[in-house]
């Protein structure tokens, strides 16, 4: 349960909290965007400050139906605000989230600790090659298609163990290349149904057979904002509610928009199974 991040090992015997930090316009949740400079320094300052463990850098919008854009209009992106967030907070660590074995690249000279992958090397061939040479944790997704047709193809005629499956062939896959860190992630909202999405957060602890973190994205979602029929500004609560039961279900890492709200679970939690 210890990754290596550029020397830097990290224990995620005690769940960890990911901030995420939205280089897009488009990202379903406004209120995750930055646009300046000072947008950006001013989130991860405040993020920092209330618990982040890593900050989750993406340039690529994936919600369903996104804007596909360039790889190239991606590094621009996202490679500035690495070194703008690195020059002022040396000691942050950060993820990138990105498919595309181009940006991973850019990214990890850039001085990027981590990669995440909502294709676990899918939509990209050269990805896991990338992160073996640079040896930098990876994070694999459970996905099918694309950001485009995902919400199409969410048909399964068993949802965890297709899951399962596809996760056990990408870690093999990894490891097979030598890759030394690896973090898995089911893929909550992607190529999932609100039910399926339910259905997977009640079976987590089925993914502890594959003896790795497990990172559970379940922030201001469609499956809580849509069953209350609200949108994703309202969701704090249910995403409160929901990152408990995955941490007493075994999550690792909760990659999260609010981050103090995501620290006071791991912290509560922690007393309840004390």
Same mark, same amino acid.
């Given at each position: 349960?210890?990754?290596?991040?550029?020397?830097?090992?990290?224990?995620?015997?005690?769940?960890?909290?990911?901030?995420?930090?939205?280089?897009?316009?488009?990202?379903?949740?406004?209120?995750?965007?930055?646009?300046?400079?000072?947008?950006?320094?001013?989130?991860?300052?405040?993020?920092?400050?209330?618990?982040?463990?890593?900050?989750d850098i993406g340039g690529y919008s994936s919600r369903p139906g996104a804007e596909d854009i360039s790889a190239q209009a991606e590094i621009k992106r996202v490679i500035p605000v690495i070194e703008l967030i690195l020059k002022n907070f040396p000691d942050a660590i950060l993820s990138i989230d990105t498919f595309r074995s181009k940006v991973a690249e850019k990214a990890?000279?850039?001085?990027?600790?981590?990669?995440?992958?909502?294709?676990?090397?899918?939509?990209?061939?050269?990805?896991?090659?990338?992160?073996?040479?640079?040896?930098?944790?990876?994070?694999?997704?459970?996905?099918?298609?694309?950001?485009?047709?995902?919400?199409?193809?969410?048909?399964?005629?068993? &949802?965890?163990?297709? #899951? %399962?499956?596809? =996760? /056990?062939? $990408?870690?093999?896959?990894?490891?097979?290349?030598?890759?030394?860190?690896?973090?898995?992630?089911?893929?909550?909202?992607?190529?999932?149904?609100?039910?399926?999405?339910?259905?997977?957060?009640?079976?987590?602890?089925?993914?502890?057979? &594959?003896?790795?973190? #497990? %990172?559970?994205? =379940? /922030?201001? $979602?469609?499956?809580?904002?849509?069953?209350?029929?609200?949108?994703?500004?309202?969701?704090?609560?249910?995403?409160?509610?929901?990152?408990?039961?995955?941490?007493?279900?075994?999550?690792?890492?909760?990659?999260?928009?609010?981050?103090?709200?995501?620290?006071?679970?791991?912290?509560?939690?922690?007393?309840?199974?004390?």
């Open positions: 349960m210890t990754i290596n991040c550029r020397g830097n090992l990290i224990d995620l015997s005690e769940p960890k909290i990911m901030g995420i930090i939205n280089i897009t316009p488009d990202s379903f949740f406004s209120g995750s965007r930055t646009e300046t400079e000072n947008d950006i320094l001013k989130k991860a300052a405040q993020m920092l400050a209330e618990g982040a463990d890593f900050l990890i000279e850039a001085g990027a600790h981590i990669i995440n992958d909502i294709s676990a090397g899918s939509l990209d061939d050269d990805m896991m090659p990338i992160i073996a040479k640079f040896q930098v944790p990876y994070i694999m997704m459970h996905m099918k298609g694309t950001p485009q047709n995902m919400k199409e193809m969410n048909q399964y005629d068993d &949802l965890i163990q297709e #899951i %399962l499956f596809y =996760l /056990s062939e $990408k870690v093999k896959k990894a490891r097979d290349l030598g890759i030394n860190d690896l973090i898995i992630d089911p893929g909550f909202g992607f190529a999932k149904n609100i039910q399926q999405n339910f259905d997977l957060l009640s079976n987590l602890e089925a993914f502890k057979m &594959l003896k790795l973190p #497990i %990172l559970a994205g =379940l /922030s201001r $979602k469609s499956l809580i904002y849509k069953t209350f029929n609200t949108t994703a500004a309202h969701a704090l609560n249910g995403t409160t509610v929901l990152n408990t039961i995955s941490l007493q279900k075994g999550a690792n890492i909760l990659r999260v928009h609010d981050v103090k709200e995501a620290a006071e679970c791991v912290k509560l939690v922690a007393r309840i199974e004390k």
